[in-house]
């Protein structure tokens, strides 16, 4: 049995569709906090790939201390912000933020969110 899910996000706003065998819907969600939690991606994504995508005025970069700093990002009426932690070489060894949301129970809750990076390598 293999269950596969995918996330869109199209125009500020961010879809959750799953689907058993790759062929029977058991799960979906829209809405804001599913435009959030795009958002929140698309933030992890550059900064641990392209951080040059995050240099437009709609992101804030604000220093923490030598080891971190807050990005946020704010777009079509979504703001999401994130720590970034890099180590004495300026390398991301984590991403932490609680802006994403996840089902409980009682609903979708806000959840915290971290990415750590075990190293890096340089390609040839």
């Known amino acids: 049995m293999s269950f596969r899910d ?16 790759n062929l029977m819907p058991v799960m979906s969600g829209s809405g804001p906090e599913y435009d959030v939690g795009q958002l929140v991606t698309y933030v992890n994504n550059a900064s641990m790939v392209a951080p040059s995508m995050l240099l437009t005025s709609g992101v804030t970069w604000t220093g923490v201390d030598d080891n971190s700093f807050d990005l946020t990002l704010v777009d079509r009426g979504n703001t999401v912000t994130a720590r970034v932690f890099v180590d004495d070489d300026g390398h991301l060894v984590d991403f932490s933020t609680t802006d994403p949301y996840f089902t409980s129970p009682k609903g979708l809750q806000r959840a915290r969110w971290t990415t750590p990076a075990d190293g890096w390598t340089r390609s040839p």
């Open 6 to 21: 995918r996330v869109l996000a199209v125009g500020g706003r961010g879809q959750l569709r799953g689907k058993l065998l």
